[in-house]
């Protein structure tokens, strides 16, 4: 009778003395070991569902800013403070409330620089690389809340929906919030209506920026006014902002000027690359731009973008791993058709990307415009190759006009 008192496991029928835990079901027992081999099935039948977020190596700043450059030519300046940003980020999240007498605080990064330049691109690439939830919202949709417009917390909704509305994961993910210079302030005059979609918003991001809990609608705030909200606290969002700031190459301009009195004005002036200002941007000319102290001060880390030059506009065009050539050449490929460029015809492309203005962006516009019969024609053709010339090239830019290539 003994015997049959004693429990056991259900499925390999071992004594409840003979292991090291025994868990109790309805009408049966299952043993740890018999849980762990469970679970070792069903992680390799691929049929556990874990979290796709789940950090299982810590990337070096050195690894993550070498995985930018496969897909980001030049830039190393603001490549190596988003790849520190990022590793501390995650640095923080390891630490989990571990050592409590040193608590790390995050730190926010703004990127500027002109348009074209790849500050959206580089958030897109990094966010290849990371195993937490990553985001991109437009801050040019945001308004006050009871505005025509986006709330602030919709960044948030977007957030949580990458996360599959898992707050834990939210709540240490990362969102780049780009053209952030449209919500500066604009004029430091007083004005009969309100700036709904400027300085208003920027008080709205503060308290995203500083860390607080904040009530998120999950499917937007005003066409669902009934449902649950969902508290998430951003205390371990990381936010990284970018903008073109148009025009601050002025503001930037004044400051230097103030400073270069006296016998080394000259000297001074000499030292000042003027076809690059932005290199010299500091936050106090972003608050002259009309952004307000108080979102300056959440954004620690302040880098530039560089301009590109005629070198680095040739390298985007043919060495990133996702290319705008060898995106046509396999496009053509899946064709069966081997697409190639004459050499000229590339220079030819980032001339016209020089004189247009356009920045890397341009020669997106540029290859479309120069491909697009091509792309029509090929696939229903018989041809094996096709080959495009710089002949080829400018007779398709004069049917386009201009404006239109500006314009795209």
């Known amino acids: 009778m003994a015997g049959k008192d004693r429990k056991r496991c259900s499925f390999c029928g071992r004594y409840e003395d003979n292991v090291d835990m025994l868990m109790t079901g309805i009408d049966g027992y299952i043993c740890n070991d018999c849980v762990e081999q469970a679970y070792t099935i069903l992680r390799d039948e691929k049929l556990l569902q874990t979290s796709d977020f789940a950090m299982t190596e810590l990337p070096k700043p050195k690894e993550i800013k070498a995985f930018l450059d496969d897909y980001v030519i030049g830039q190393d300046e603001a490549k190596c403070a988003l790849a520190v940003s990022v590793y501390n980020h995650y640095k923080r999240l390891m630490q989990n409330g571990k050592d409590a007498d040193v608590?790390?605080?995050?730190?926010?990064?703004?990127?500027?620089?002109?348009?074209?330049?790849?500050?959206?691109?580089?958030?897109?690439?990094?966010?290849?690389?990371?195993?937490?939830?990553?985001?991109?919202?437009?801050?040019?949709?945001?308004?006050?809340?009871?505005?025509?417009?986006?709330?602030?917390?919709?960044?948030?909704?977007?957030?949580?929906?990458?996360?599959?509305?898992?707050?834990?994961?939210?709540?240490?993910?990362?969102?780049?919030?780009?053209?952030?210079?449209?919500?500066?302030?604009?004029?430091?005059?007083?004005?009969?209506?309100?700036?709904?979609?400027?300085?208003?918003?920027?008080?709205?991001?503060?308290?995203?920026?500083?860390?607080?809990?904040?009530?998120?609608?999950p499917q937007g705030g005003r066409k669902h006014p009934e449902q649950k909200m969902i508290a998430v606290n951003t205390k371990n969002i990381l936010f990284i902002c970018g903008?073109?700031?148009?025009?601050?190459?002025?503001?930037?301009?004044?400051?230097?000027?103030?400073?270069?009195?006296?016998?080394?004005?000259a000297q001074n002036k000499h030292s000042i690359d003027k076809t690059d200002m932005m290199r010299y941007v500091t936050p106090q000319d972003l608050r002259s731009f009309g952004l307000i102290p108080e979102i300056v001060g959440r954004l620690p880390i302040l880098t530039?973008?560089?301009?590109?030059?005629?070198?680095?506009?040739?390298?985007?065009?043919?060495?990133?791993?996702?290319?705008?050539?060898?995106?046509?050449?396999?496009?053509?490929?899946?064709?069966?058709?081997?697409?190639?460029?004459?050499?000229?015809?590339?220079?030819?492309?980032?001339?016209?990307?020089?004189?247009?203005?356009?920045?890397?962006r341009g020669l997106r516009s540029i290859v479309e415009t120069i491909m697009m019969d091509k792309m029509f024609e090929v696939p229903s053709s018989n041809a094996k190759t096709c080959k495009i010339t710089k002949e080829y090239a400018s007779r398709q830019l004069d049917k386009s006009s201009p404006a239109g290539l500006m314009a795209s």
């Open 243 to 265: 903008g073109a700031f148009d025009g601050i190459e002025r503001k930037i301009a004044q400051r230097l000027n103030t400073h270069v009195v006296g016998y080394d004005s």
């Open 304 to 360: 530039s973008l560089r301009p590109l030059d005629r070198d680095a506009l040739r390298n985007i065009l043919t060495e990133p791993k996702n290319s705008i050539i060898k995106q046509y050449v396999k496009l053509m490929e899946m064709d069966g058709v081997k697409l190639t460029f004459e050499p000229d015809v590339l220079d030819y492309i980032v001339d016209k990307a020089i004189e247009y203005k356009l920045g890397a």
């Open 103 to 217: 608590e790390i605080e995050k730190s926010n990064i703004v990127m500027v620089g002109s348009t074209g330049t790849g500050k959206t691109l580089l958030a897109r690439t990094i966010a290849r690389l990371l195993k937490v939830p990553f985001t991109i919202v437009d801050a040019t949709v945001l308004t006050e809340a009871g505005y025509v417009g986006e709330d602030i917390e919709s960044i948030l909704t977007r957030l949580l929906q990458v996360a599959d509305y898992k707050v834990e994961e939210a709540e240490r993910g990362i969102v780049f919030i780009d053209e952030i210079d449209k919500i500066a302030r604009k004029s430091d005059n007083p004005s009969i209506t309100r700036d709904v979609s400027g300085e208003g918003v920027q008080q709205g991001l503060l308290k995203l920026l500083e860390g607080s809990v904040v009530n998120v609608p």
